[in-house]
């Protein structure tokens, strides 16, 4: 989808792209004459960048204004099926896909267990998925114009792999991110998991609009998504966040530490598990250990504390450093009721000024959220702002409805 005005040498006329983009998204169905005061643009410019918008099937008309003194005008909004983006959230016990349009919304999901082979075998899962999901939804696949993947460990920009993702094999030795374009024939763009949901809980979720905002995931591994001054943080070498390797918890010096990280190697699935072993001699799942503690077993009960007491250190290593106005608590582990009340108690006994402790409202569709607004940015950017400065389009507000947690 090329559009005549999107010609990255011509400023003057992308930044009237941009500008009447920016309001039609944030405010259609809206009239030439309200684009026009809102942008300072003048009305023949709004009328030819509306007419070849319009041509190019980005936006349509919705009717004509009514209660106003005078000539009614027609108004125009966004084509939500414009464009597509395919939102990925890869964990390492589970797979979950949607297709998302140009205003948020999801149009079809598809989830199942990852493929215990990892490599190449997961991202071909991703393409069967992403094809799936399209599907599903009956839209042609040539208009998903982009894949956003989220993943647990850190992306490598240069080599397309994935580092520090133990539960999966084979990320960390192959180019994720290319074998996912090949698959699919989009742009791809890899994220950790843990920074997209922070990203959606900013956009829709508890944290909309904090500046100040961390977002710590517990399941089968650990890690933390900081928003710092209103942006991601992401550190030197994108692994901010990877709360995992905190020093404490398990000896950070033992060669497992190295592998998966001190901290989670007590605080994640198999640790509790562990924990739960050592104290009874038997094996059980972890929804089964807290289940057990909720109705009052004593061996239960003390995987619980501990588990809330190492948790309150790593949450207290993370108000100390970037003083987040909020923590949301997510993941297959971290969303249950009695460890967030658990939680709360330990972080007060151990830390003087505790921010405030929130159970994730979007849950497993916290990435899936990162994922269509990191998605929707670069989409609306990429079509109605290529090359101006400062003219990247705002990410739309949307219905947060169908991105609340689901049941497992």
Known sequence: ???????????????????????????????????AKQTGLSKQTISEVVRLLEEDGLIRETGRTSGHVGRSAVTYELVPEAAFVGAVDLGGTKLRVALVDLVGRILAEAVEPTVKTGGAAVTA??????????????????????????????????????????????????????ALGAELGVEVVLENDVNLAVLGEHWIGCGAGLDQLAYVALGTGIGAGLIVNGALLRGAGGAAGELGYLPFGADPFEPESLRV??????????GIRDHYRRLTGQERSVPDIFSAAETGEAAAQEVLRATARTLARAVAAIAAISNPEMVIIGGSIGARPSLIAALRRELAACFPAPPRIEPSPLGNHAALAGAAAVGLTHLHTALFAQGVPGGAIALPAADPAPYRAVAP
């Not at 005005?5 to 030439?32: E, F, Y």
């Not at 990280?261 to 198999?270: K, P």
């Open 125 to 178: 899962q991703i393409g069967r998925l992403v094809r799936q999901v399209a599907a599903q939804a009956g839209v042609d696949f040539a208009r998903v114009r982009l894949l956003v993947a989220g993943c647990p460990g850190v992306p490598d920009a240069d080599s397309g792999s994935v580092q520090f993702a133990p539960n999966i094999p084979g990320l960390d030795t192959m180019d994720v991110r290319g």
């Open 261 to 270: 990280g001190a901290l989670e190697r007590v605080v994640a699935t198999q």
């Open 1 to 35: 989808m090329e559009l005549p005005l999107a010609d990255p040498s011509n400023l003057s006329r992308q930044m009237s792209l941009s500008l009447t983009m920016q309001a039609i998204v944030h405010c259609g169905p809206i009239s030439r004459a309200s684009i």
